[in-house]
């Protein structure tokens, strides 16, 4: 038999939490039970008591209704809305018409009951229908029902506005983590992405020979492939910045739109690589003044250059600088020069921009006495073969342990040691343009001295 006792009391607690809702609702209905019982003797034996005796049942009345009410309406609340049940696009505006509407009945239950009490009032100041009432009696059991309507309705009213609060706080935190969770979805899957591609290059160039045109064909093909997933990165990038973020998630998206216009410009740069290694590139050629293109890079870049506290000194040629090639293309030639200057020269140092211009023989058209028919004719041949040079030089932040064939190579990267800017293009893209335009790039390495060589043909002198 104790055995048997023991195995019930043990089943107890599971009893309880798995029919815990029904549980609540009869202990509720117990409660309130109780409590119209003691009101029902407060009003009904109303000449029975004292002041005091009415004051002891009321309250005991009050907190057991309390109890009971609030077991009852909490239940019910949680019950049909609890559990983040709001489905709509705007779930704070849905809660706010729905607490309306509850709050409107609560305060039509409540007006009924205080109209009841009053009457109740009313009757015993009046003397009643019945006999026994009147002034002579007293009055306690009236004042009681008046303050006991309005503090079960405050109860219940204040219990609506904390169970709103507890539901809209427990959506915001559902709606950062579902937010959160997109984030780190968009972030791992261009990783991943990108890890793919990156690797499918890798095993590529290790089966295939060092040949240019399929290493072109690769850069492209992978290119194209990276444009896709990135479009889609940053799309949703700029819809979660339109959302409501806290700080550390907006911190975190800024983070990833910094990282994603990175990469698009990495694609861009091998796109636009592979098009010149390809010979695919339109070129647009014009006369321009080499003097006058630096002049306007350093104004474009004016910003960037002050704020590197680098110094940069120019010395510019007073002979023609003029060249026929592509403007633009001869402009991204020089600022990729000037910018790999900025990101990799050392702290307060020096920059050297140098123009001038090399003849084809150094004799011609030189002796000190009027030319004849063969200077004159080496002098043209000189002109034609006259070259304009620009030199910038740079004194390099690290160790350069690198030859000029390595830095060249794409992908290749002088600071192997860097990892925020760069991206092993830039030199590359120098060489391939330069080759394009029919011109000659050349590195001289000189201890800790990097100096950047460019050799274009000069436009012809009329």
Request: aromatic share 10%.
């Amino acid at each position: 038999m104790a055995t048997k006792w023991k195995s019930t009391v043990k089943k107890i607690p599971g009893f309880l939490k798995l029919h815990w809702t029904q549980v609540k609702y009869v202990l509720g209905a117990l409660l309130l039970a109780f409590s119209v019982w003691l009101f029902y003797v407060v009003i009904v034996y109303r000449t029975w008591h004292t002041t005091g005796d009415t004051i002891f049942f009321g309250l005991l009345g009050n907190l057991s209704a309390g109890a009971g009410l609030t077991l009852l309406f909490r239940t019910l609340l949680d019950r049909r809305f609890g559990g983040l049940w709001m489905p709509e696009a705007d779930p704070y505006a849905a809660w706010r018409k729905t607490a309306a509407g509850i709050g409107k009945r609560l305060l039509e239950a409540g007006a009924a009951a205080l109209l009841c009490a009053l009457w109740y009032m009313w009757h015993l100041l009046s003397g009643g229908l019945w006999s026994g009432g009147g002034w002579q009696y007293n009055y306690a059991a009236g004042y009681m029902m008046i303050f006991t309507v309005l503090i079960q309705f405050m109860l219940l009213y204040a219990l609506l506005i904390r169970f709103g609060k507890k539901e809209l706080d427990l959506l915001h935190e559902q709606q950062e983590l579902d937010l959160q969770k997109k984030i780190e979805e968009v972030a791992e899957q261009g990783q991943r992405r990108l890890e793919e591609a990156l690797e499918i290059e890798r095993k590529s160039l290790e089966k295939v020979s060092r040949s240019d045109q399929l290493r072109v064909d690769l850069i492209t093909n992978v290119s194209h492939d990276l444009k896709t997933p990135l479009t889609s990165m940053v799309g949703y990038i700029e819809l979660i910045k339109k959302e409501e973020l806290s700080d550390v998630l907006r911190d975190y998206v800024e983070v990833i739109s910094e990282r994603a216009e990175k990469l698009k410009e990495m694609i861009n740069s091998l796109f636009n690589l592979a098009k010149a290694s390809s010979g695919n590139v339109e070129l647009h050629p014009e006369k321009f003044e080499v003097n006058r293109l630096i002049g306007q890079i350093f104004a474009d870049m004016d910003d960037r250059i002050k704020a590197s506290g680098l110094e940069f000194v120019t010395q510019l040629t007073e002979e023609c600088t003029e060249l026929y090639a592509d403007n633009g293309y001869f402009y991204r030639i020089c600022q990729n020069l000037v910018e790999n200057a900025l990101k990799y020269s050392a702290p307060g140092t020096r920059v050297f921009v140098k123009t001038y211009a090399e003849s084809g023989k150094e004799d011609a058209g030189s002796g000190g006495s009027p030319a004849g028919p063969a200077e004159y004719g080496g002098a043209k041949a000189a002109e034609k073969d006259r070259k304009v040079c620009l030199e910038i030089t740079n004194t390099s932040g690290y160790p350069m342990d690198f030859t000029k064939e390595d830095i060249v190579e794409r992908f290749a990267r002088g600071d192997k040691a860097r990892s925020g800017e760069g991206n092993g293009l830039g030199l590359a893209i120098v060489s391939t343009y330069a080759k394009a335009l029919g011109g000659e790039f050349d590195i001289k390495i000189d201890c800790d001295q990097f100096k950047a060589c460019l050799k274009f043909p000069a436009a012809e002198i009329k």
